[in-house]
Nanobody
Framework: QVQLVESGGGSVQAGGSLRLSCAASGRTDNRYAMAWFRQAPGKERDFVAA??????YYADSVKGRFTISRDNAKNTVYLQMNSLKPEDTAVYYC????????????????WGQGTQVTVSS
């Protein structure tokens, strides 16, 4: 059973930074794709970033600003978010699936509860 717990959300001004953490319990080795999605009010849950083994993937909207990484010893995935913009405001979710990285929410079977990120202008 895979369980994911996010932390690190909060409120920040535009241009600021936040680091989200996703602590995984259960078997989530490098064969799992670990991803971050986000959902703004009234919008779909969109892909943000993912990694599997050493490969990383990013949505165009966050490329160059966000970095996904993993600490295998802690079984934790991070999302470092820099140069934040008001349009980054959303609930951020950690997700996991066994196998290759996919970028739609329906392909992930394991989800955290989400953490709110609010960016003010």
């Amino acid at each position: 059973q895979v369980q994911l717990v996010e932390s690190g959300g909060g409120s920040v001004q535009a241009g600021g930074s936040l680091r989200l953490s996703c602590a995984a319990s259960g078997r989530t080795d490098n064969r799992y794709a670990m991803a971050w999605f986000r959902q703004a009010p009234g919008k779909e849950r969109d892909f943000v970033a993912a990694l599997r083994w050493t490969a990383t993937y990013y949505a165009d909207s966050v490329k160059g600003r966000f970095t996904i990484s993993r600490d295998n010893a802690k079984n934790t995935v991070y999302l470092q978010m820099n140069s934040l913009k008001p349009e980054d405001t959303a609930v951020y979710y950690c997700a996991a699936r066994f196998g290759v990285v996919l970028t739609t929410r329906y392909d992930y079977e394991h989800w955290g509860q989400g953490t709110q990120v609010t960016v003010s202008s």
